[in-house]
């Protein structure tokens, strides 16, 4: 049979609409070479004849490539010959490939479609990369789109997932993406263009055909016929927000962030952000620490966020031995490994260290910087590491040092004592956490218990006339 | 049969999530007057058990509403007296409040399930507002959660739709949001607590039906068993992304628009920031001109978008007797004829108007501010209407006027002329519109098409010793 590719009359509005969507998202340059992914189901032989109709006007050079999977035996022998026909009868130059896709999934232990998925992908950037192609195109629409969508919201996903299918991501486009399966089908009978079967139709592809079938075609059916459309279309404004918020918690990020050699440290200013910026700042970071891997969930970011609120010391662990560790700061990203020595080295601080009344004191990890000043009203800061103290209380020299017998402090305005360790018991402070933890003191009284409060007893009153403000800071 | 409410012991598990919830959402505070809508279905009998648990500790002052429908007959009734009983024993305040809601339906042209949902809304405020009382509390859990979302997904949404229902909104509470339905379920079993039919079951919620148990259930069932569970947290995350998007743009609109008595001009600086920032600021410079219009879609913030791209002058029209129009600083919203006005009163420059050549020249609508200074190779700002031209080639004085016979400028390096009208068919001005474009000229010779080019003859170069600046501001 001979195919009427030539009838270039038919079909003409959907190939402007889908001219419109490769503009409108940058999809094709002039003189670019296009490797066409051809399974031989329906929507891929709609590629095979759009991309024939653009040729000439976009100067494009095409190589059709063909996987076969070794499955479903003759019928897929009937796709391989119609592809190759096809390509032949449009002098396109065409390749076939052939793997034992069951082999490959008893093998490498996966599923056989994600085999399949595996062997397409890397055939296709093989192929790109031996020809010099620039891009790979598939045959993706809306359906697909929609299907994903739900298949992601099924399985547990944000935004990102919302999202599903993007028009270009990386080398792939999809120029189909702007349609529906019915449009296609419409295209395939107006244009008497043969096809096979789609390979997403694999025997062992359930779980998408469930969707396929049951969920999405109910909607569609039940619910709302345009319930494609709408899906697509809530992918693309997900898809949006999530470009958006990634955009902006990079910037977050850049502020907000520091990087040593030991890894990421996030300063407590973020905390003042809205929630859904901290998740997406977490995500950042543990990406930049582990590259793209696919097993952090929002259950670590969520056990991250309850860090804020815990004291200094306090760690959440992550995958691939990492932890993150709420410091005097804010929170410390880093190997499991690291992460203990940098407290190990705050631990060093066995002995007192007399506190300057002017300018800084170097601690290790980090200094105290002191200031001195008349009080004249002004707002007091609510910091955790920016702490005013009213001078006048203060009679003798201060320390900075670990807790110690006799330790106390004042925690109400009636002046009553609480022992430090009590302190540290109310408060959930793991013993072996507490000389980990920093004390600003006057003998046994203690001003500062650093990241956690202050005495009752030096706080600025309306009596104070003199203010000594102290203020923690990590880092060398 | 007695109800076994007081044994405490059961179900501890869920009212120690739910309380958790409570407090993580600022569902309650103490002392409130709660009102507890009461269909009957499991649900909400789990909702009256859940509040009769938490009322001591709470000190909650409780009254439980049913709102009979005055269809499904004897079952119906038997469902009242359920709730009318349960509360008797549990010594709750109970009024029932008794509807025709088919009859309803037929009078105000509505289905009878929103009938229904209006009857009881109006009923719940209503009796909130005479009993002085603090909260609404509904019964509605995850899977309500869950189906809405695909509901709206279906019908079309963005965000606020994926989004869903809330744990809060208004005065009404949704305790048991943090529960799956199977939860709520064993909660009864445990409690023994008998309960009716789901309100939501009414005989006509065909749609929410087919959504439970076609959709949503294969969903479960075919491909995630936890598919409920991680539709609400994309519900979550969705939510809280449109959060941050509406307080972005409500920041953007701040800084980047005008309201006058004709309506809001969004200035042109806007069209940098992305698009889902664009499209979030239309939304809300329509909701501001409208109130919470429902019908405001995104097919008219995209014909809105298109104006980027337009000329001074045209326009889209929207809902309402609203007009979006392109004007010289941006996009001008405003109800249709205030909008012509404007433009009308620009029109009214029909004799030419002598340029200041330091300082401002005014215009009808807005004003022309020249600045001359000796050109140091600054870069060149590309704005529409902020313009640099060579000021030694400029060799006349200069007129700011509206097109007229025998009008040219110089389109290209090599110093071809073209007609102004020439110009203007090319680049699609309405002949109505092109005597309302504002022009920089020097006799029949034009510097500035304001709002599309300047000549290529005045363009600033290597040689350019000292340049003139013209801004064009809108506005009085």
Same mark, same amino acid.
């Given at each position: 049979?001979?195919?009427?590719?030539?009838?270039?009359?038919?079909?003409?509005?959907?190939? @402007?609409?889908?001219?419109?969507?490769?503009?409108?998202?940058?999809?094709?340059?002039?003189?670019?070479?296009?490797?066409?992914?051809?399974?031989?189901?329906?929507?891929?032989?709609?590629?095979?004849?759009?991309?024939?109709?653009?040729?000439?006007?976009?100067?494009?050079?095409?190589?059709?490539?063909?996987?076969?999977?070794?499955?479903?035996?003759?019928?897929?022998?009937?796709?391989?010959?119609?592809?190759?026909?096809?390509?032949?009868?449009?002098?396109?130059?065409?390749?076939?490939?052939?793997?034992?896709?069951?082999?490959?999934?008893?093998?490498?232990?996966?599923?056989?479609?994600?085999?399949?998925?595996?062997?397409?992908?890397?055939?296709?950037?093989?192929?790109?990369?031996?020809?010099?192609?620039?891009?790979?195109?598939?045959?993706?629409?809306?359906?697909?789109?929609?299907?994903?969508?739900?298949?992601?919201?099924?399985? $547990?996903?944000?935004?990102?997932?919302?999202? $599903?299918?993007?028009?270009?991501? $990386?080398?792939?486009?999809?120029?189909?993406?702007?349609?529906?399966?019915?449009? +296609?089908?419409?295209?395939?009978?107006? @244009?008497?263009?043969?096809?096979?079967?789609?390979?997403?139709?694999?025997?062992?592809?359930?779980?998408?055909?469930? +969707?396929?079938?049951?969920?999405?075609?109910?909607?569609?059916?039940?619910?709302?016929?345009?319930?494609?459309?709408?899906?697509?279309?809530?992918?693309?404004?997900?898809?949006?927000?999530?470009?958006?918020?990634?955009?902006?918690?990079?910037?977050?990020?850049?502020?907000?962030?520091?990087?040593?050699?030991? $890894?990421?440290?996030?300063?407590?200013?973020?905390? @003042?952000?809205?929630?859904?910026?901290?998740?997406?700042?977490?995500?950042?970071?543990?990406?930049?620490?582990?590259?793209?891997?696919?097993? +952090?969930?929002?259950?670590?970011?969520?056990?991250?966020?309850?860090?804020?609120?815990?004291?200094?010391?306090?760690?959440?662990?992550?995958?691939?031995?990492?932890?993150?560790?709420?410091?005097?700061?804010?929170?410390?990203?880093?190997?499991?490994?690291?992460?203990?020595?940098?407290?190990?080295?705050?631990?060093?601080?066995?002995?007192?260290?007399?506190?300057?009344?002017?300018?800084?004191?170097?601690?290790?990890?980090?200094? +105290?910087?002191?200031?001195?000043?008349?009080?004249?009203?002004?707002?007091?800061?609510?910091?955790?590491?920016?702490?005013?103290?009213?001078?006048? @209380?203060?009679?003798?020299?201060?320390?900075?040092?670990?807790?110690?017998?006799?330790?106390?402090?004042?925690?109400?305005?009636?002046?009553?004592?609480?022992?430090?360790?009590?302190?540290?018991?109310?408060?959930?402070?793991?013993?072996?956490?507490?000389?980990?933890?920093?004390?600003?003191?006057?003998?046994?009284?203690?001003?500062?218990?650093?990241?956690?409060?202050?005495?009752?007893?030096?706080?600025?009153?309306?009596?104070?006339?003199?203010?000594?403000?102290?203020?923690?800071?990590?880092?060398?």
């Amino acid at each position: 049979m001979k195919l009427n590719w030539n009838e270039r009359g038919r079909g003409r509005h959907m190939i @402007k609409k889908i001219e419109n969507y490769i503009r409108e998202n940058g999809l094709l340059e002039k003189g670019d070479k296009i490797l066409l992914g051809l399974s031989g189901g329906g929507d891929s032989m709609a590629l095979l004849s759009v991309f024939t109709e653009l040729k000439e006007e976009w100067e494009l050079e095409l190589h059709g490539v063909h996987v076969h999977h070794g499955i479903r035996g003759e019928e897929a022998d009937r796709d391989e010959e119609l592809v190759r026909k096809a390509c032949e009868d449009l002098q396109i130059p065409y390749t076939c490939y052939r793997y034992d896709v069951q082999k490959m999934a008893r093998e490498e232990k996966m599923g056989v479609e994600e085999a399949g998925r595996k062997a397409r992908n890397e055939t296709f950037e093989d192929v790109l990369k031996k020809w010099q192609g620039d891009k790979i195109a598939l045959a993706h629409h809306k359906n697909d789109l929609a299907e994903t969508m739900l298949h992601h919201l099924a399985r $547990g996903t944000g935004l990102r997932g919302i999202g $599903g299918i993007r028009p270009m991501s $990386g080398k792939i486009i999809r120029p189909l993406l702007c349609l529906e399966k019915k449009e +296609i089908e419409h295209y395939l009978k107006e @244009k008497e263009i043969p096809y096979g079967l789609d390979s997403t139709n694999l025997s062992d592809s359930y779980t998408r055909n469930r +969707i396929r079938h049951q969920v999405l075609n109910t909607m569609v059916r039940e619910v709302n016929q345009e319930a494609v459309a709408h899906l697509a279309e809530a992918a693309e404004i997900a898809w949006e927000a999530d470009e958006y918020l990634r955009a902006m918690s990079n910037m977050h990020l850049e502020i907000y962030s520091k990087k040593t050699d030991r $890894g990421i440290v996030l300063e407590e200013e973020i905390f @003042k952000e809205p929630h859904i910026i901290r998740m997406y700042v977490y995500q950042r970071v543990l990406e930049l620490l582990l590259g793209n891997k696919r097993d +952090i969930s929002r259950v670590h970011m969520k056990q991250i966020e309850t860090l804020i609120k815990k004291n200094v010391g306090k760690k959440v662990s992550l995958p691939y031995e990492l932890e993150a560790r709420r410091t005097y700061g804010g929170i410390l990203f880093a190997r499991k490994t690291e992460a203990g020595k940098l407290l190990l080295e705050k631990a060093i601080l066995k002995e007192p260290v007399l506190l300057h009344m002017d300018g800084p004191t170097y601690i290790p990890g980090g200094k +105290i910087i002191s200031r001195k000043f008349v009080y004249q009203g002004e707002e007091i800061p609510e910091k955790t590491y920016t702490k005013w103290f009213d001078y006048g @209380k203060i009679k003798k020299k201060l320390c900075i040092r670990p807790g110690m017998e006799g330790d106390f402090l004042i925690v109400n305005r009636e002046g009553n004592k609480k022992k430090l360790n009590r302190y540290f018991v109310d408060h959930k402070v793991p013993r072996e956490d507490r000389n980990k933890i920093l004390l600003i003191a006057e003998e046994n009284e203690i001003l500062w218990v650093l990241g956690m409060r202050i005495s009752e007893k030096y706080k600025v009153t309306n009596e104070t006339k003199e203010i000594l403000e102290l203020r923690y800071e990590g880092g060398k």
